[in-house]
């Protein structure tokens, strides 16, 4: 990726100056980046994470982590697949994929399942119409997550 980028800039006509501040600026996204990335030897430290976000918020889960995946070695990062269910109210569940989102991690979750989400309740009117409206429930909601997790690329396994 990064030969691209200075070969398209070299062809765009940019100066060497430019060019290693363009470089310099990459290299802060790409560090940047893998700091969010899993490393061999990670994976309880990662596991331990969800397991304090979903006690943090009254969330009990079970998690599924796949081995990782070495793919192609054309693709700058390899991956594990990851799958969590989890139990908790509507706004215990908004905190923890808010946290998640906001965590030290970088998680890409790619599918959701929501169980038990409020019931239709009909009521009338002073009309003499009945109108329906959802109300959420407070008892617990199950929601089922499926996604992705990356690794750095310069690791063995």
């Known amino acids: 990726v990064k030969k691209q980028e200075i070969t398209g800039l070299l062809r765009a006509g940019i100066t060497s100056e430019r060019l290693g501040q363009e470089v310099l600026a990459f290299d802060a996204k790409l560090s940047e980046l893998k700091k969010s990335l899993l490393s061999r030897g990670m994976e309880v430290e990662f596991i331990q994470f969800l397991e304090r976000l979903g006690a943090s918020h009254n969330v009990s889960e079970t998690i599924w982590l796949s081995e990782r995946l070495i793919g192609d070695d054309r693709l700058a990062f390899s991956t594990s697949a990851l799958s969590l269910e989890m139990k908790g109210t509507f706004f215990d569940l908004l905190d923890y994929l808010t946290e998640l989102e906001e965590g030290p991690y970088y998680v890409i979750i790619d599918g959701i399942t929501v169980d038990g989400v409020g019931h239709r309740q009909k009521r009338g009117s002073s009309a003499g119409t009945t109108e329906t409206e959802t109300i959420l ?12 997790v990356y690794w750095q690329k310069d690791d063995t396994l």
Request: avoid cysteine; aromatic fraction near 0%.
């Open 137 to 148: 429930s407070p008892a617990p909601l199950t929601l089922a997550l499926d996604g992705v």
